[in-house]
């Protein structure tokens, strides 16, 4: 049976209301501005709980992956809620097009609206990859630039916050710094200003220089990077407020950018042509894209080791750090960007790392839980706990172990020694024995 609703078509952008379900806070309400400022009206959700995920079960099959179980579940419980008028309400939903179940979200979405009586909801789709050609989101040059500088500007934002917060002298100055310039930068994007690369490297100088104003007390804490499967990463319905929990632990917590993970699908279409034949003049396009991208996240960077904060190095030097561990072919999921992140936290001295990822996600599995020994290999301070999420999971059982993380990671705070590294036999096992046979 063929389960379709209504195709979004631009005639709707001024009369419907647009849902997005809510992945990554900070960033996404500052594109929220973005689509504002070119005439559409959208709403990013916040409607979490476990009612939610209870809601995704009963539309969608309890094998399908978790994300799309969540966001399938939010956009229900949002319809349930009686707070829409349900004849100008559109679902809006991203695909990342990818050898992933993602790929099928829409027509999940769809299946669902229509068991749930929801069959007149639009969907439109947000994606760079050629789906749902019919029921696209009307993207524009300008919009895509503000929905650029909304991601740089938010994964700043989430950064400073995170290094000022577990350092505060008083509770509250960080995400009050934190409103104060979403606030401002919306502002921006509505009024059309400060979304060009040149006033974008000009304005990363003000906000990290007026986080650096806030009164810290640095003092040896534990440091936990938080890395996995894209939604369940940066979600806090898809991971049960992940970084909330680690900050109530007294932990400072790093949490890689947005960017990275949209430069990582560009250079996947640069890749796919240098490995398997294409059009040369498109790879050279997504080299001259990729360096345009690579100049803005470097001033950012810049502009916060500057005024005293860590800064990962930019992402062209994020793609060789998983080169000998990882081949860059694989691409399904996080793929190697995943292996990468971890290597670079590591490196940058968050060795104590939670790998978020749904359970049954089998290439996320592979490129995160199973690098773990190999990176261990490398670098013998690494602290990786890899998490599983799903509707099955309970919430204490994923604190308590992390918190036997946080365990050995104080220990190490507080006795710090010089740690062995780890050979290929131990990682095997151990040395082969030969059994002696005495006659």
């Not at 670098?379 to 172990?401: C, F, K, L, M, W």
Request: charged share 20%.
């Amino acid at each position: 049976m063929e389960y379709m609703t209504p195709n979004f078509t631009k005639d709707m952008v001024k009369t419907h209301k647009i849902l997005i379900p809510n992945m990554a806070v900070t960033q996404f309400r500052l594109m929220q501005a973005a689509l504002a400022s070119e005439g559409y009206q959208t709403e990013v959700l916040g409607n979490c709980g476990s009612e939610v995920a209870q809601l995704g079960l009963k539309y969608v099959h309890n094998d399908t992956c978790y994300p799309a179980l969540l966001v399938i579940g939010q956009f229900l419980d949002a319809l349930n809620s009686g707070k829409y008028d349900l004849d100008h309400t559109a679902l809006l939903i991203t695909q990342t097009g990818g050898g992933c179940r993602a790929s099928n979200y829409i027509k999940l979405l769809r299946k669902a609206l229509v068991k749930a009586g929801y069959g007149n909801i639009p969907v439109a789709s947000l994606n760079f990859s050629g789906l749902e050609k019919g029921s696209g989101l009307p993207l524009t040059v300008p919009l895509l630039r503000k929905v650029i500088a909304s991601i740089f500007y938010g994964d700043m934002l989430v950064a400073l916050r995170s290094q000022t917060h577990a350092y505060e002298n008083h509770r509250g100055d960080a995400d009050a710094m934190t409103e104060k310039w979403i606030s401002t930068i919306q502002g921006w994007i509505r009024d059309d200003k400060n979304y060009s690369a040149h006033d974008m490297k000009r304005r990363f100088y003000d906000i990290a220089a007026d986080y650096a104003t806030i009164p810290i007390t640095r003092v040896p804490k534990v440091k936990v990077g938080v890395v996995g499967e894209i939604y369940v990463k940066y979600s806090p319905l898809g991971n049960n407020d992940l970084e909330k929990f680690l900050e109530s632990q007294d932990c400072e917590v790093n949490l890689p950018g947005l960017m990275g993970f949209v430069e990582y699908c560009v250079a996947n279409y640069k890749l796919d042509i240098d490995l398997y034949g294409g059009n040369k003049l498109v790879a050279g396009g997504i080299d001259q894209f990729l360096n345009w991208l690579d100049s803005i996240e470097r001033a950012m960077l810049k502009a916060e080791a500057d005024a005293g904060f860590y800064a990962p190095g930019p992402f062209k030097e994020l793609v060789e750090k998983p080169k000998g561990i990882i081949s860059l072919g694989a691409k399904m999921g996080e793929g190697w960007l995943l292996t990468a992140e971890m290597i670079e936290l590591v490196e940058g001295g968050y060795g104590n790392i939670v790998c978020a990822q749904p359970f049954g996600c089998l290439p996320n599995h592979i490129v995160g839980k199973g690098m773990i020994n190999k990176i261990r290999a490398l670098h013998p301070d690494a602290n990786i706990t890899p998490v599983d999420y799903d509707p099955s999971a309970t919430r204490v059982n994923q604190e308590n172990r992390i918190k036997l993380m946080l365990a050995v990671a104080r220990e190490k705070l507080d006795q710090p020694g010089e740690v062995q590294p780890v050979t290929a036999e131990q990682l095997a096992g151990g040395a082969p024995q030969v059994e002696t046979v005495v006659r």
